[in-house]
């Protein structure tokens, strides 16, 4: 570890500000009517008939596979991109179900299709979550069509996309029910949240139902949720963002599998938190924007090229020419506090607690986007200066393969 004191770049970040932290105490003291107006918000926008708000993005997955499970109990394995966040596997297993995996494409972060298709003939595939990773676009309307058994359901993970849009339709509208993820590192944050996007009537009622029986988080967890706000809103500020990155028990940045984390209705702090989502993701989206835009002009360019505009991206991810240069790379940004960082530590077939018999290489392409792949700071801490630092980074080591 490198231990680096001055101005240092969050990976990622969607700023807290005092406002929200207001809005979130006024939420507070309102009630519960804040979240349902929030969810009202969030139907009225997406166009669909049903929203729920929870605690998480993980209690999210977990809610809808028990939801999905209900409709179709004789299944119960979830098919999953082998590269992705590990919050997906930790919430399938949580939920009770098996992990099955598909490669993806070389040099790109969607799944191979034609790998997917053997898959998809599964009997008791339950769902399939197509995934749309760093807010790199996944193409759901494929998956939807390569499904023949009309009872395969999809659930588009969109955790990282809130406010994206594909081909003139919103994300997390795109499979037969969707989620965002409204944690620190997202698109939008309330210093944890999720949101689960529906507009099946049987599935809806299904989380209507179930979500009546879940808790929500009293004044205590509210309590805690306040001082993370006001410690947040204070520690992703690159002056001082370097302090608590020097702090190793906060584990930041840090990815685990961990299938034990709570499920809980969101509360109204943090819904009184989100009070201005809509506006506050069409900025933070243009700034993000604009940064991507400037990296994109330097010659970085996305895994699999970009079929058009830049996506909404949260981070802009790399693909660098081998596991040596990542290294040398993210030492170099460690350093100087570029905020480059990793993807995610390895495959999900790395993962040892998953699987009975774990080892070889089934998933190479995944494999590989996990040795070669850095993403880099989009967000609105990210100045000119530290772009041209970062691409400074790129070309001082050649970075594209040979
Ligand atoms: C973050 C993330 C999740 C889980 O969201 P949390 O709110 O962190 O639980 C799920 N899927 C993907 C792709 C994510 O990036």
Known sequence: MVMRIGRTLPPAASPLHLENIVF?????????????????????????????????????????????????????????????????????????????????????????????????ENPRLLCVIPTHLFGMTADVERVKSLIRRG?????????????????????????????????????????????????????????????????????????????????????????IYWLPKSLPFLKLGETHFNPSFPIRRLSSFQAGMAKKWKSAITKLKAVRLVNANKIAGYGITL???CRGAIPNLIRFPVLVADAETKKWILNKSEKMGLGISDGYPDSIDGINELWDFPGGNAFPVAKDIA????????????????????????????????
């Open 151 to 239: 009872d395969i359901f999809v659930l588009e993970d969109a955790a990282q996309a809130m406010g994206g849009e594909w081909d003139g339709k919103k994300t997390g509208t795109l499979g037969d029910v969707g989620l965002f993820s409204m944690g620190c590192g997202k698109a939008f944050s309330t210093v944890e949240g999720g949101i689960i996007l529906t507009d099946n009537d049987r599935i809806g009622r299904i989380l209507e139902k179930r979500l009546a029986a879940i808790k929500g988080y009293g004044n205590f967890g509210c309590l805690k949720l306040f001082l993370q706000a006001v410690a947040l809103s204070v520690l992703i500020n690159p002056k």
């Open 24 to 120: 979130g105490v006024a939420g507070f003291f309102k009630g519960a009517g804040i979240v349902e107006r929030f969810e009202d918000e969030l139907k009225a926008f997406y166009q669909v008939k049903y929203s729920f708000t929870v605690s998480s993005g993980k209690a999210a997955l977990v809610l809808i596979l028990q939801a999905l499970h209900e409709i179709h109990p004789e299944r119960d394995e979830v098919l999953i991109p082998a590269y992705t966040c590990y919050s997906v596997p930790s919430a399938i297993v949580r939920a009770g179900f098996k992990v099955r995996l598909c490669d993806m494409v070389p040099g790109t972060l969607d799944f191979d299709f034609d790998r997917i298709v053997e898959e998809l």
């Open 303 to 305: 895994p699999g090229g």
């Open 371 to 402: 040795e070669r792949m850095v993403a880099l700071p989009v967000h609105s801490f990210v100045n000119d200066n530290d772009i041209r630092d970062i691409v400074q980074l790129f070309q001082e080591r050649s970075y594209v393969e040979k």
